[in-house]
């Protein structure tokens, strides 16, 4: 019989639904398991594809503006292309494609139509389709929002995944990046990664004076090249590569992670990237903490190198879950009770020994996924030569 991959279903709207999938994919093929990666927006309509960008850069710019739009659920389906669909149900249903991971809820409409075109060939397998619904925040981010406001009952067919859930203060699994051992707060350079998600959304600029006032050493995490121009000494900017885009394949024909580059004066970045995860963490592990807004992707690097998340205004309602867990937790504290407590760096090490306890005793996604879905029965495994 021959091997089908899992389909890992991501989206380019946020870095926290694109990077997990990637790292996920990664690990599961160094099990000797196949996957593929798709990205929602590849399917979306080449006009409404084309707005994306501007999105982004209007939500850079302003942050009200971005959380009013997380207030307004959006139809997606009036923005997917479908011929595209069509001729992607096609191709899954001629290789029997039936384990899928999605981190989107904007796909659930897509796997619906699969389920449909499966059930109306009467395949065999129509009705043991195996797909792991991933949240990767601690409560529905707006995409999953939006499609249960348009079909509450869209889980019915699928498996519910929480990473960590708000609602039950539980820490389910978390996705490790990475391969190397999580580094000991007192053994981290002095400093302290910055940031605004994928799209540089935030409070994060403005904080930034006054922590360089008080002598931090940071790493700051640009979205434009103009923000780098007048470096402090003592601080470092990093930047993905503004022509890296989640939802156009990189050069080996597959989606990859992000391209990523320390910037220095006067010099061009030399923008690389690893298939086991992405640049910037390899900065946060050793860093003494984030300091950002509570995304989806600061939650994964958080606990998986155990770097406290000193927390900034939440994007959405999600986000703002995702902070209350977080603090609940031990794993983070708020700005303004870290600048409270005379930005204390002793605190920084309560919240780092919470973090390693957490990450000794929960199971990483990709094991339980393996246990769950039943992959070595399957056969899925394919053993190296």
């Known amino acids: 019989m021959k091997e089908t991959p899992i389909t890992i279903l991501c989206s380019g709207f946020g870095l926290g639904f694109y990077n ?32 994306i960008r501007d999105s982004q850069k209007a939500y850079h710019d302003n942050f009200a503006l971005a959380l009013v739009a997380t207030k307004i659920p959006k139809d997606i389906r009036d923005s ?8 992607l149900l096609e191709a899954w249903a001629k290789e029997g494609r039936r384990d899928f991971i999605a981190l989107s809820g904007h796909w659930v409409y897509i796997l619906d139509l699969y389920r449909a075109k499966l059930k109306e060939g009467s395949r065999e397998f129509s009705d043991v389709l195996q797909v792991d619904l991933l949240y990767v925040d601690s409560d529905l981010s707006p995409s999953w929002k939006g499609l249960k406001k348009f079909n509450p009952l869209y889980n019915q067919h699928y498996k519910d995944v929480w990473l960590y859930q708000a609602s039950s203060s539980v820490i389910a699994c978390f996705i490790p990046v990475g391969e190397d051992a999580v580094i000991p707060l007192s053994d981290r350079h002095d400093r302290y990664v910055i940031h605004g998600g994928g799209w540089g959304m935030g409070t994060y600029q403005g904080k930034i004076p006054e922590l360089q006032e008080r002598g931090f050493k940071l790493d700051i995490v640009a979205y434009t090249w103009e923000e780098t121009l007048e470096p402090r000494q003592g601080d470092r900017y990093f930047m993905n590569d503004p022509a890296w885009t989640a939802w156009r394949k990189g050069p080996k ?23 086991s995860h992405h ?59 870290w600048k409270e407590r005379g930005f204390s760096e002793e605190i920084l090490y309560e919240l780092h020994l919470n973090l390693l306890q957490q990450r000794s005793i929960t199971p990483s996604y990709t094991e339980v996924l393996v246990e769950t879905h039943h992959l070595h029965e399957q056969g899925r495994i394919v053993h190296a030569d």
């Open 20 to 51: 997990p999938g990637l790292i996920v994919s990664y690990q599961l093929r160094q099990k000797q398991i196949a996957t593929e990666v798709l990205v929602f927006e590849s399917f979306v309509q080449q006009d409404k594809q084309d707005k």
């Open 279 to 337: 640049g910037l963490y390899d900065v946060i592990r050793q860093a003494k903490a984030i300091i950002s807004k509570p995304g989806a992707g600061t939650l994964m690097d958080s606990l998986s190198s155990a770097t406290p998340v000193i927390m900034l205004e939440p994007f959405g309602s999600h986000e703002k879950r995702n902070a209350e867990l977080w603090a609940l937790k031990g794993f983070g504290i708020s700005y303004e009770e």
């Open 253 to 275: 024909g597959e989606h990859d992670l992000p391209l990523f580059a320390e910037i220095q004066p006067s010099e061009q970045p030399q923008y690389t990237n690893l298939e």
């Open 80 to 87: 997917i292309d479908f011929e595209q669909v069509d001729v």
